[in-house]
């Protein structure tokens, strides 16, 4: 079977190529905009670590929320050779209501003068925003 391409899809496979042929690697590779009909892969976020050996290790992919039918996109790049200070392995990715957690917030919230926050006049002004900075 024989695929009939149109010139633009002729041109983004030669650019797709040029690409991968200098080294660049495609950070993301699913669909970046979603609506009832169709799905497309519209963002592009290409790597290059710029040296003979690969040292990285790339982490890419899109965050799924429902404001938009485009998808923003993240890249997270980690030196294989660099150890980190801290091993978010082991770290949960969901926050633990714990009940030692909850006595931290409790203790940290009560902790705080709300008082100069009450006695702003306008909250619309920056310096109800500017109590939290």
Known sequence: MTLKCSNATKIAK???IIVIVNTFTPTTVTPTRITDTIATFIDHIYYSDGTK???SIITGGNLWCDISDHL???VFLQDSF???KHDF????SVRLHTS???GKFVKSVTGINWTELYEIENPNRP???NFFN
């Open 14 to 16: 030669h650019t797709l």
């Open 53 to 55: 050996h690969d040292n």
């Open 72 to 74: 923003p996109n993240f």
């Open 89 to 92: 392995t082991t770290l949960p």
């Open 127 to 129: 310096t109800a925003y």
């Open 82 to 84: 660099k150890k980190n």
């Open 100 to 102: 030692k957690n909850v």
